[in-house]
């Protein structure tokens, strides 16, 4: 996992939904847990936005702010279809709902760190986007191991 540097939210999710008076993302995200709690199994769908699905429009955002690696693992290249956008908080937890299109909450992941993530979710997760990240304070490579794990020697 490498240092990111989050960009500003893109417009598509903060433009004001003119009816609401709120930004896109807050209004996706009350409308997602007001379909949640009518109907606890409704799965979340992108929305559509001037013909495309708001993650077309989000891919290529989190892609140049990630310099095409996962925000994750730093596998790079990703492979076509292995380029997901994570919900950091998951979007399957009722306190996180409205998170569902936060800005804040995107980042770009290949499909086994999504698949390994899940909706999982612990206070003490890292984010790379966390303005006190430091690779070397997490982690410990030795290049002769070849190994990079949390805090421990190989």
């Not at 993530?117 to 206070?123: A, D, F, I, P, T």
């Not at 003490?124 to 020697?153: G, M, Q, W």
């Amino acid at each position: 996992m490498r240092k990111l540097i989050r960009t500003e939210s893109p417009e598509v999710l903060t433009k004001i939904d003119e009816v609401k008076g709120k930004t896109r993302w807050q209004v996706y995200g009350e409308l997602y847990a007001q379909n949640r709690a009518k109907k606890p199994s409704f799965e979340f769908q992108w929305p559509q936005i001037e013909g495309k699905k708001l993650n077309q429009h989000l891919l290529p955002k989190l892609m140049a702010m990630t310099d095409d690696h996962c925000s994750y693992c730093d596998g790079f290249p990703l492979k076509r279809g292995d380029d997901t956008i994570d919900h950091f908080h998951p979007k399957t937890r009722s306190e996180f709902y409205s998170k569902v299109c936060d800005w804040e909450n995107l980042y770009l992941s290949c499909k086994h760190c999504q698949d390994s993530k899940g909706s999982q979710y612990e206070v003490e997760l890292l984010r790379p986007d966390e303005l006190d990240f430091h690779f070397n304070r997490y982690f410990i490579a030795d290049s002769d191991l070849k190994c990079n794990y949390p805090a421990v020697t190989c």
